[in-house]
């Protein structure tokens, strides 16, 4: 993908940074956030992407052109505050808000997750599964949320027939951040992981690579009605993982038993396939990695 108009919200995140930062090297990118992290602006800034502050629970667009070719959505708002009000008008109607503007647009990827289904314990959920509440133990409107927006982005897709692919992320991670960074960190200073008493935890990590790689095709699968896809790696338990930091650092990973944590999300990942092809970066590979570059 070269050439084009592409408007990202949440640039700044720890899954859409490395996103904005590769478009970047071949489009005119724009990205909308608050821009809280000054560093990760001045990063993007500087590979030529240009920044709008913008508050997604505002949903105020006027400094913003309307002629993207696309659209790709990673922000998310979750406090720990429980505002249902904000994280609704955020996360959800700003999806449709940002449509309308957009929707000369040849295609919109929404960045949805697998915490929009019901806990299935060790069943690998496809897309046609019961959604649910999985995350309620560690953010209170996380799910909800973007299951809400999941239905405002099928409606603004249909209502505006721009080409939509909804993309339900598992756990992202990269040399530095997602899940597994955050519990190296933890493993570094000492603190027990929690883990949910179901075990072992099982997920299916992506590395940030893939990620970057996948991005495009999300973009032309898209179609009206929504695509609605699950985007994940090959299965891996969070006691794999970590088990894996260990041999690699020498730390002896802690664990505590506890049901305010995330249980098991492992994914059917059989229309990702036959849509974009598999992840390619093994998870054993893409955690060496990430081990490395902390800890040279
Ligand atoms: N991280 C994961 O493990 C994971 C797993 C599955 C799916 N996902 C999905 O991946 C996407 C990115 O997640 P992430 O964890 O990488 O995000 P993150 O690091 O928490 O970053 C959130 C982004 O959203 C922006 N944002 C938040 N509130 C906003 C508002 N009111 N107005 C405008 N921008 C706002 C933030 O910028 P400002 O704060 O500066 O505005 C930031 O750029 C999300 O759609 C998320 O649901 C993530």
Redesign the pocket.
Known sequence: MDGRKILV????????LPVTLDLAERNEVWG??????AAARDRLEAAGVRCVV????TSDFSDLPDDFDHVV??????GSDADWDRDLA?NGESVGLLVQHCRSARSVLH?????VYQPAGAHQVAETDPLGDNHRAMFATYSIA?IAAEVVARTACRQFGVPTTIAR????YGDH???PWFHLKMMEAGIPIPVHPDRPNRFNPIHSDDIVRQVPLLLEAATVPATTVNWAGAPAALEEWCALIGELTGLTPEFTETDATIASVTTDNTRMHELIGPATIDWRAGITRMVEANRA
Do not use: Q
Not at 32 to 37: H, K, S
Not at 111 to 115: D, E, R
């Open positions: 919200t949440g640039p700044t995140s720890t899954v859409g909308i956030a608050r821009f809280g992290d913008v508050d997604l629970a959505n990673f922000a998310i708002a979750r955020a960045c949805s997750s697998t915490a973007k992320l598992n756990v992202p951040g997602g899940w």
